[in-house]
């Protein structure tokens, strides 16, 4: 079982730096992974980081996967259409497929200390991004 807390940020929304994260927990360790883009959108560095978590788990593992990206979420779940982004959904139908994955939303910016802490990273990959432009 692995739990999974990630978020993406975007500057300048559409089309500034962006940046993700996704802090990957199991029961012996933390693994942190991030990354960003030049130009893009909050809600491809949110989906961005699902998917990049992702593909660090094994097959047949079950996913607990928080996130305050009800966009993400709704989408991943079957609930929304996808109508944007289509090439980063396709990336998460690979990513996803064999594994048991549940989507927890979570507020942002209540207090929730995984959450808190991806954003805050996101958020640097972006302002880093931001700075070397």
Not at 106 to 114: L, P, S, T
Request: glycine share 6%; aromatic share 10%; hydrophobic share 35%.
């Amino acid at each position: 079982m692995k739990t999974i807390y990630t978020d993406g940020s975007c500057l300048k929304n559409p089309n500034g730096p962006g940046g993700w994260c996704a802090i990957i927990i199991d029961e012996r360790f933390e693994w942190i992974i991030s990354g960003s883009e030049k130009s893009t959108t909050n809600n491809r560095m949110e989906l961005k980081a699902v998917i990049e978590s992702l593909k660090l788990i094994e097959e047949k593992t079950e996913c607990i996967i928080y996130s305050d990206s009800q966009l993400t979420i709704n989408c991943a779940s079957g609930k929304w259409n996808k109508k944007a982004n289509l090439d980063l959904w396709k990336e998460y139908e690979i990513a996803s497929k064999d594994k048991q994955i549940n989507f927890e939303w979570v507020k942002a910016h209540n207090g929730d200390y995984y959450n808190e802490k991806v954003d805050k990273i996101a958020f640097e990959e972006a302002k880093q991004i931001k700075l070397n432009i």
